[in-house]
């Protein structure tokens, strides 16, 4: 079958389209139910079945492949390199989930892991899917305000992190900043559990901390605990609209079927293939395809620590890809954009044989053209733009590599929908709009597996924010069109989440932050666009009145506590103090114009602005703060 037939049967039947799927995988207990609806109206795939996540990610392979590389472990940041087999990673995950159990970790528990890069990182994460305890992995770039936010949600029994993480050659001390988020929480787990790095040893306290090693040792190793297909496997926090972040929650089941789906037809992987998905397991990639796609499928994954630039040089990357003969790559398109700045000519490419390489995908923020064609000229491989999002936790566009004929790249599209993926444009009021009209990308229900259906102990807040905008569709919370031969384009989002070198962020966190300020009456954060990390959030302030702050102190104060308290990836470095903000007669901020003004792009005059003269006034100011 070809893709119109595959994409058809999967649109008609997609119940019959996904347990023909769910076959592929190993179950403990095959599903009798597919798709079901819950009690909060959303879905549910594969219920009623039972497996074990990380046996599809170990124990199913000991047999055929126990002495094939399960993650090469390369840390240009620490000149390490490592080259685990999946016998050895079976036997580091059994014991660590021993160690774990041993201290009452068990099913449907929460564990937070705040980890940098190294490989104990992928063996938590499979330890608590041994267990059915469900983690939820926290950004390492986030700061202890960032994460007690999310201990106080997820309410984590224990909480895994290593003694420091690297940022090019600066050790980042983490135990510090794991102790300054316990204090800030109100939830206090029962313990810290530290894997200790020899370049930098953490202070423990006595009555809390754990030693990586010492807390497994003399531990029975742990056999895999059968859960539901509906069970959760984790949480994972995003940004939304409103401050708090949401915790995404991913269900075994339908995430083990849409990997294995992903893995071979989507990226064209098979058993024993060398896989690199270039990212950090703090994101929804480095969870789908750094450690459980890769491994679940059979396949060799690199575990890279490091930076695409500096570690020691541009040709980083290409390095990784001869010296393990990568045939596959996943990577936001700012690595390439930073590679590219630093050599332009790609002299260093050319020192490394790349000819395993088969194609290369990005996703996670706009590819812009001139990047594209560096990078194709440069490599002389497909370079595929594709797209998803947290809450999808695989791909919802894209060709696939690993049927007969993929559809080929169109510049600035993120191709055509996956099957499972029934992707619609509807304007403002739900109605569906012409071809290459620009609207709302939904997608119709149901979604295909994998896809999340519950906000952590907030089901209401996953229909308000997904199911309610548009009923009968998902609301992905983008914007863009789909042209006559059904190639999706993404323009940006139609939300206040803005995208920094690849890391969704939202500007009402950065607002809450700014206004603490003593000086400050009010704010808007809005994205700007900027050629390296694609956006930039930038601060239009209102002073209180009678406040005369002078600006560059301002400015330097905001970005320090946004550094502080958002974390350093948040890139926040302009404030621009302005008279009074755009806003309704009801008094609500006009934040979507701010954004168009930002962005050069057409505006219409709302007809519930207060007063339109400040519009004016605020272009001018961006135009000499050089924002536009
Ligand atoms: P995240 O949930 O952090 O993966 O961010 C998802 C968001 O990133 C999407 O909603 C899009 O706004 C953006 N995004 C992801 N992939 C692409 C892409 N290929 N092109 C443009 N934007 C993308």
């Keep these: 079958m070809g893709y119109n037939e595959e994409y058809l049967a999967a649109q008609q039947n997609p119940e019959a389209y996904w347990a023909e799927q769910s076959k592929r995988i190993k179950w403990f207990k095959a599903p009798e139910t597919i798709l079901s609806k ?75 892991i705040y980890m940098p890069m190294i490989p104990e990182a992928a063996v938590a994460m499979l330890a608590c899917a041994r267990l059915g305890a469900i983690h939820s992995v926290v950004f390492g770039g986030f700061a202890p305000n960032e994460m007690a936010i999310r201990i106080d949600d997820a309410k984590p029994k224990v ?108 990226y064209g992987m098979n058993p024993g293939d060398v896989w ?65 700045k630093e050599d332009p000519e790609g002299a260093l490419a050319k020192k490394y044989d790349l000819s395993s390489l088969n194609w290369v995908f990005v996703a996670g923020e706009k ?28 791909p919802m566009t894209s060709p696939m590599m690993g049927w007969d004929n993929p559809s080929e790249a169109r510049l600035g599209s993120t191709n055509k929908a996956i099957p499972g993926y029934d992707i619609r444009v509807v304007d403002g009021e739900g109605q569906e709009v012409e071809a290459n009209e620009t609207g709302n990308i939904v997608v119709k229900l149901p979604m295909p597996p994998g896809v999340a259906w519950d ?30 031969d059904g190639y999706v384009y993404i323009t940006g989002r139609t939300d206040d989440v803005i995208n920094v070198s690849g890391h969704r962020l939202s500007t009402g966190e950065m607002e809450e932050v700014v206004s603490s300020h003593p000086a400050v009456a009010e704010c808007a954060v809005i994205g700007a666009n900027d050629a390296m990390k694609g956006q930039v959030p930038v601060g239009l302030i209102v002073l209180k009145a009678g406040e005369e702050v002078e600006e560059n102190q ?37 934040r979507a114009i701010l954004r168009k003004i930002v962005a050069k792009d057409d505006y219409k005059m709302p007809s519930t602005i207060d007063d339109e003269s400040i519009l004016t006034e605020i272009t001018e100011l961006m135009d000499q703060a050089g924002m536009r």
């Design 38 to 112: 819950t009690a909060n109206g959303t879905y549910s795939w594969y219920a009623d079945g039972e497996m074990n996540s990380c046996y599809l990610a170990l124990d199913q392979h000991l047999e055929t492949r126990g002495d094939q590389v399960a993650l090469y472990y390369d840390s240009p940041a620490t000149d390490t390199k490592q080259q685990i087999t999946y016998k050895q990673l079976h036997t580091k995950v059994a014991r660590f989930a021993g160690g774990l159990k041993r201290l009452g970790v068990g099913k449907g528990d929460t564990v937070v």
């Design 159 to 266: 909480i895994l992190t290593a003694s420091c993480g690297i940022e090019f050659e600066k050790k980042i001390a983490y135990k510090p900043l794991v102790d300054k988020a316990i204090d800030l929480a109100a939830h206090k787990p029962a313990h810290t559990i530290v894997c200790q790095r020899p370049m930098m040893m953490a202070e423990m306290n006595a009555e809390r901390d754990l030693d990586w090693y010492d807390c497994q040792h003399g531990a029975e190793p742990a056999d895999c605990v059968p859960v539901k297909g509906s069970d959760p496997l984790y949480i994972l926090y995003t940004s939304g609209t409103t401050g708090a972040p949401k915790g995404i929650v991913r269900d075994n089941g339908g995430h083990a079927v849409a990997l294995n789906y992903a893995l071979h037809n989507v």
């Design 276 to 340: 690199w998905g270039a990212s950090d397991i703090g994101w929804v990639v480095g969870h789908s395809f750094i450690v459980y796609g890769p491994l679940m499928g059979g396949c060799s994954a690199i575990f890279f620590e490091g930076k695409p630039i500096r570690t020691p040089d541009a040709g980083t990357f290409w390095r990784v890809i001869d010296e393990y003969k990568v045939n596959s790559m996943f990577c936001a398109p700012t690595a390439f954009r930073a590679i590219r």
């Design 367 to 394: 590819l812009d053209s001139s990047t594209y064609q560096w990078l194709d000229t440069l490599l002389q491989v497909p370079v595929i733009d594709h797209w998803w999002q947290t809450e999808t936790g695989w």
């Design 455 to 484: 906000i952590w102990k907030q089901p209401q807040r996953f229909t308000d924010s997904y199911l309610t905008a548009f009923p009968g569709y998902y609301h992905t919370g983008d914007g863009g069109f789909i042209d006559d």
């Design 554 to 590: 301002l400015e330097a104060e905001l970005v320090q506590m946004v550094r502080d308290q958002v974390g350093a990836l948040a890139c926040f470095r302009q404030a621009i103090i302005v008279q009074r903000l755009p806003k309704t007669r009801s008094g609500k901020i006009l």
